[in-house]
């Protein structure tokens, strides 16, 4: 869940601002928005996620970060993903490595309070950073993983909902099955008509 806090801030003030906050915060030009906690399916999903990816990199060159790394999107755009990975020499834009600039791969597990939001807007937000060759939405009611990988004719979704399905990370030379994105998850199911 997502809710504007303050008024408007300029970038200097937000960062200042966010570094003395133990919770994190997302900046939108000009606007700062608290990121509330996960559920426990939101929580397990990112893990298995993280676990099946970091299995299959092993020692290359690319590197997994947590929801706690910061992703500048724009000039006056700050956002938080649930997990992010970059491929080669990580750059930041500050020395203190708390904004990450190159991002390769960007993921978000929806909630209810957030599904338009990565579904619309953190997807258009993600579009514009160049290193971003891949977004993973993922959701966490049912079982449906969407993939927006860049292309010379632009971006292209991927639909995935088969428990067999294979998702292709050709970014990170690596494959995430839905299998191991829900492993441990259980869905309700619609009771009858």
């Not at 993280?50 to 999107?73: F, N, P, W, Y």
């Not at 937000?125 to 079982?143: A, K, M, N």
């Amino acid at each position: 869940m997502v809710t504007n806090l303050k008024p408007r801030l300029t970038v200097q003030e937000y960062l200042a601002w966010e570094a003395e906050n133990e919770i994190k915060h997302e900046y939108i030009d000009g606007e700062v928005y608290a990121m509330s906690g996960g559920t426990g399916k939101h929580s397990s999903i990112i893990i298995n996620i993280t676990v099946a990816i970091g299995q299959q990199l092993g020692d290359s060159v690319c590197a997994l970060h947590s929801s706690e790394m910061r992703v500048k999107v724009a000039e006056n755009r700050y956002v938080y993903p649930d997990l992010s990975a970059v491929c080669g020499v990580e750059q930041f834009e500050d020395e203190g490595e708390t904004s990450l600039l190159n991002p390769i791969l960007v993921v978000e597990v929806t909630s209810p309070s957030s599904i338009e939001r990565d579904r619309v807007a953190k997807r258009d937000l993600y579009h514009e950073v160049p290193s971003i060759q891949g977004y993973l939405v993922i959701d966490q009611h049912r079982l449906c993983t969407e993939l927006y990988i860049r292309a010379d004719i632009g971006w292209l979704l991927q639909v995935y909902t088969d428990p067999d399905d294979v998702i292709p990370l050709e970014m990170l030379n690596c494959e995430l099955p839905l299998a191991e994105i829900y492993r441990g998850i259980r869905f309700e199911e619609a009771g009858p008509d």
